[in-house]
């Protein structure tokens, strides 16, 4: 029966998938442009990725551009990255190096890019703790998103990483996790969340990309989380800070992984 063969398929096919990524090189947290650009990045360096995606759709806050008008826009800097992803872009009249690009085009090519490139996706699935042993994190703790958003009672599963991204935005959820749970000091000024500070463009757009780096071992943070956890600027739908803070923070692991 075809509906046994589709559905057996399915079942032995994302088994294969979620066996094969329980231990990774990295497992990133959150498919915004950050975390997705990361993603690809590494992946094309060899290494073994995964991202967990709460949400059904991945993409994070490119889809709605600016106020539901879906467009972004990025500058000069950011250009080769898009390139790189296939992503057209208008270079803007009135304002020379800065480009517009229609934001449904940015998020279906920045997850198009990672998973072309070999990056596993796994969306509506939540991360919700980080194993933590030896003073380091050492992985993620996942639950379906359903089980998280209807509170049921059911124990996660767990993801090995030798290093995990926290791409969440704006609410940094890994290092509040690691901070809040496992008690620990982070490499910041005072040992904890510094805190997203309000609108300035400019400056946002160069700390996002300043702040991306390794906060505790084995845990790094790109785009807005990068920005809250050290105290930076948001910059609004503005995104070349994002797509380069993806770049860095794939060169910083990568590096830090070695051979
Ligand atoms: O917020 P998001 O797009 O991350 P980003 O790469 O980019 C920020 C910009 O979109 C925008 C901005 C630009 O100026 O300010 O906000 O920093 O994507 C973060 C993704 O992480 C997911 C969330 O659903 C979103 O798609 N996420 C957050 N927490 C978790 C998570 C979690 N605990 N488990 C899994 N996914």
């Known amino acids: 029966m075809l509906e046994n063969i589709v559905s057996a398929a399915i079942v032995s096919s994302f088994s294969r998938k979620l066996l094969d990524n329980l231990q990774v090189d ?48 990025i500058q000069e800097e950011a250009k080769s990255i898009l390139d790189e992803f296939h992503v057209h872009s208008r270079e803007i009249e009135e304002a020379k190096g800065y480009y517009a690009v229609d934001s449904v085009e940015l998020a279906s090519g920045l997850i198009f890019g990672a998973v072309q490139a070999g990056a596993k996706l796994f969306n509506s699935v939540s991360v919700e703790d980080v194993v933590f042993s030896n003073d380091r994190i050492g ?77 505790y071992p084995g845990v790094f943070a790109s785009g807005m989380s990068a920005n809250n956890v050290m105290g930076g600027y948001r910059m609004g739908p503005i995104f070349g800070g994002m797509l380069r803070s993806g770049k860095r923070a794939a060169e910083l692991i990568d590096a830090a992984l070695g051979k």
């Open 139 to 215: 992985g993620l703790v996942i639950n379906w998103t359903p089980v998280e958003r209807l509170q049921m009672h059911v124990d996660p599963l767990v993801v090995l990483s030798k290093y995990v991204l926290d791409g969440t935005g704006h609410p940094c959820e890994v290092l509040n996790l690691v901070q809040r749970k496992a008690r620990v000091k982070l490499d910041t000024p005072t040992g904890e969340i510094l805190g997203e500070k309000p609108m300035q463009a400019a400056t946002g757009e160069i700390t996002t990309v300043e702040n991306t780096r390794e906060y």
């Open 26 to 73: 990295v497992a990133i947290v959150g498919a915004g442009p950050s975390g997705l650009v990361a993603a690809k990045e590494l992946a094309d360096k060899g290494r073994k990725v995964a991202i967990f995606e709460r949400k059904l759709a991945p993409g994070g806050g490119v889809w709605g551009g600016g106020m539901l008008f879906n467009e972004v826009v």
